[in-house]
Every structure is written in C-alpha cells, then in structure tokens.
C-alpha cells in the first residue's frame, strides 16, 4: 500500500494563477482532510469530506474549493493564488469508524 | 474556539534520559487523543492514541490522559537522538471526525 499521495510535491505560482493540489489513498477511508500549516500557526484544516460525495469546510476554507471526486481521491483548488497561501498543504485520511488520521507527504506551495 | 495547547520549546534532554512533553486542551467533549510526531521537512506520523483515562505504553513511549484536568501527556523512556522532532498532540471532536492540533513541542535529544 503507498498510502496517502500527494502530488506535486513542490509548486511555483504568481499571484492570480489556478491549480489543483491532487491527494489519492488506497487505503479504503472513508473520511479524507486537507490541511495547511504555517510556520507558528500549526495544522489549521481547509476542507474535509465525510464520505464520497460531502464536504464541509473547515477553519480556513476562503480562497480555497475542494473535490471528492470518488472514495480514493480528494483534491483541492486554489482558483486565484494569493501570497498568503504560500504555505505547505498536508493531505490526511481516516478509516471508517476511528478518529486518527493518516497524512500525506505533502505539497510545499510558493505564491509569489 | 476550542483549542489544544502545548509549550513550543525546545525541550532539550540528554541523550537515555526521559522526555516529558504536554498538551492541555479546551474541549471537554473530546473523546480521543493523539500524539504524532513530526521530523523537519516531513508530514505528521501517527506514534500513539489514546481514548481513556490513564496510563498507555507503546515501547518507549508512554501515553497519559486525565480528563478531568484536560491534561494530555506523552514520556519518551531512554530518549534517542533519532526522537529529535516536533511532536504534535490533538484532540479530536465529539463527533470523531476532525481533529484539533496544538502547535507542536520541538524535542532536541543531545548525544
């Protein structure tokens, strides 16, 4: 199993560009997050989805919109980069029934 | 707003020694609890959980919880050099399906 992936690992945007951060598990959760963490200010949590086909958002969702686009995939989609959103984004999921989660390797993203 | 604190650091122990690191947390209706640990330039790994009061041992590390003082502890026993990382405690709602994490306790093991 590889787990939780997230591709791509490392990306360079200018202010106002688009893209989708990818995150894919084979580990059969049902409940999957995207976080983003700052130097100072921890793991703060964007979107989360329950189960295919819901999201919810999280602490932080603005400027942000997510896709559960089956049970193995969640991605997420930055429509208008911005400078604050430089930040590294961690994907996670979690089995049915229990609360811990699995991370992702993560994507460190430069808006400049 | 329901928060998980924890003291940033650095706590620096002796190579063999024991680490003490805390979490206190706001939310009385959280049910479980979670230490993960966190080397620089990597993602959170998963080391214990712990969902009852009490004592919890994995190897070295030990997991303890109280409740009642809304008080989260993880001891790393004969503390290796390796064990230097950020570590992590959360707390996870009454519905169990998002976590709350503090900013992390950076552990320096010095040989």
């Known amino acids: 199993n590889a787990g939780v992936t997230q591709t791509p690992k490392f990306q360079v945007l200018k202010t106002g560009q688009s893209m989708t951060l990818q995150c894919a598990q084979d580990?059969?959760?049902?409940?999957m997050y995207w976080y983003r963490q700052d130097p100072g200010m921890g793991l703060r949590l964007i979107y989360y989805?329950?189960?295919?086909?819901?999201?919810d958002k999280g602490e932080v969702p603005n400027g942000y919109n997510v896709s559960r686009l089956n049970k193995r995939e969640f991605s997420l989609r930055l429509e208008s980069a911005a400078p604050s959103q430089t930040s590294v984004y961690f994907c996670?999921?979690?089995?049915?029934?229990?609360?811990?989660?699995?991370f992702g390797p993560g994507t460190r993203l430069t808006v400049t | 707003q329901k928060e998980v604190e924890q003291n940033s650091g650095p706590l620096s122990v002796p190579e063999g020694a024991i680490a003490s690191l805390n979490c206190t947390y706001s939310?009385?209706?959280?049910?479980?609890f979670f230490w993960y640990r966190q080397y620089s330039g990597k993602s959170p790994e998963l080391i214990m959980s712990i969902y009852s009061n009490g004592d919890k041992e994995d190897g070295r590390f030990t997991a303890q919880l109280n409740k009642a003082s809304q008080y989260v502890s993880l001891l790393i026993r004969d503390s290796q050099p390796s064990d230097s990382a950020t570590y992590l405690c959360a707390g996870g709602n009454n519905a169990g399906n998002m976590l709350t994490f503090g900013g992390g306790t950076r552990l320096m093991v010095k040989p």
């Open positions: 580990m059969n959760h049902n409940s």
């Open positions: 996670a999921s979690t089995p049915g029934g229990r609360h811990e989660q699995y």
């Open positions: 989805s329950a189960s295919e086909g819901t999201t």
């Open positions: 939310d009385r209706g959280s049910q479980s």
